[in-house]
């Protein structure tokens, strides 16, 4: 039998004695006693400093490379909802080209969700170091529009260009930023720029929230059930939220696409006339695709996210790992 050890209060975890701490040492040991905290990062760390140039590139690298697999795997889902919100009336839908303008919108997606993820995670660090425990998800979500809010910068100039080639109004991207720049200025390839604000920045804060959240309950979860319902209730909340704003979609798609006609004045003009004009139900065009697009993007997103998130901290683990050893040589 092991001799009894009289044992101190550890002064990192309250009520845990630094004989047990001390015999706890591996990674799965700590990760039960930081799970107490339930409102806490687990990408934060207390051990080591916060390094704003590393979360950055990690962020850059993990955000481009999930937006780029999400469109290119969703996009032919994406361009039927377009095709769906900017047929006037009866207007007959095409099937042909699901993929046009693929090539360009990667080109603009790969920035744009590169800049939302760099400056997500060391803006959601910062912030979590400001707010208390208890009130992290307001960090979460504050940090979530911001990043939508830097990304929309990129994002709406390829969205427009995107839209304008899904609706087969340009055969490529460069004619499309060229003949836009040319009709309509600077700021045609910035139209719909409100309706995307108003769309994109509550969900993108509350969508990656939710993620948040979600990642600090997959990590207390007592069993496989309880991350399902966890799962189940973030595609729920998306789905809701998705299918909430795609009036706001719909309005986006008609302010983008409509050229240098200017059929729409604003969101206003824009929504007065198409119930005029096409009736109320109009307003809620292509919610099947879009619903579709969120719940299946969301997992892929979250997932190639996390993936490549832990190769580039396996990655500069090894890198610190050998610095320390040149340093002690």
């Known amino acids: 039998m092991a001799p009894f050890i009289l ?12 004989g047990f701490a001390d015999s706890c040492k591996s990674k799965l040991c700590i990760s039960v006693l930081e799970q107490k905290k339930p409102f806490a990062s ?3 760390s207390e051990d080591k400093p916060f390094d704003f140039l590393r979360v950055l590139r990690d962020g850059i690298i993990a955000g481009g490379t999930a937006g780029i697999v999400v ?17 006037h009336g009866g207007s007959k839908i095409h099937w042909k080209g699901l993929y046009s303008g693929l090539a360009g919108n990667l080109a603009g997606v790969l920035p744009s969700s590169a800049v939302f993820i760099g400056i997500y995670e060391p803006t959601k660090q910062k912030l979590l170091k400001l707010f208390p425990e208890n009130l992290s998800a307001f ?25 304008r080639m899904q609706t087969r109004q340009f055969n490529s991207a460069s004619d499309a930023v060229r003949l836009i720049l040319a009709k309509e200025g600077f700021r045609g390839l910035y139209a719909g720029y409100s309706s995307f604000l108003l769309r994109d920045i509550p969900f993108d804060a509350i969508q990656f929230c939710i993620y ?11 069993s496989l059930l309880v991350l399902l319902l966890f799962v189940l209730w973030e595609q729920h909340v998306c789905a809701i939220t998705g299918a909430i704003t795609t009036p706001l979609d ?3 798609t008609r302010l983008m696409t409509q050229g240098s006609i200017k059929h729409y004045g604003g969101l206003l003009s824009c929504t007065n006339t198409i119930i005029k004009e096409e009736g109320l139900a109009a ?3 292509g919610i099947g695709p879009r619903v579709l697009w969120i719940g299946i993007g969301g997992s892929i ?10 190769l580039l901290a396996h990655q500069n683990s090894s890198i610190d790992i050998k610095s320390d050893s040149l340093k002690q040589q």
């Open 283 to 285: 307003l809620w065009k």
């Open 301 to 310: 997103f979250f997932g190639v996210l996390e993936k490549t998130k832990a």
């Open 250 to 252: 719909v309005l986006k």
């Open 212 to 222: 948040e959240q979600l990642r600090i309950g997959y990590r207390v979860a007592v």
């Open 71 to 87: 469109e290119t795997v969703l996009y032919p889902i994406d361009t039927i909802k377009t095709r769906l919100q900017a047929a």
């Open 7 to 18: 044992a101190t209060k550890s002064e990192k975890y309250p009520g845990v004695s630094l």
């Open 139 to 163: 960090a979460h979500l504050t940090a979530g529009a911001i990043g939508g809010a830097a990304s929309s910068l990129i994002r709406v100039p390829t969205e427009v260009v995107k839209q």
């Open 42 to 44: 687990i990408t934060m």
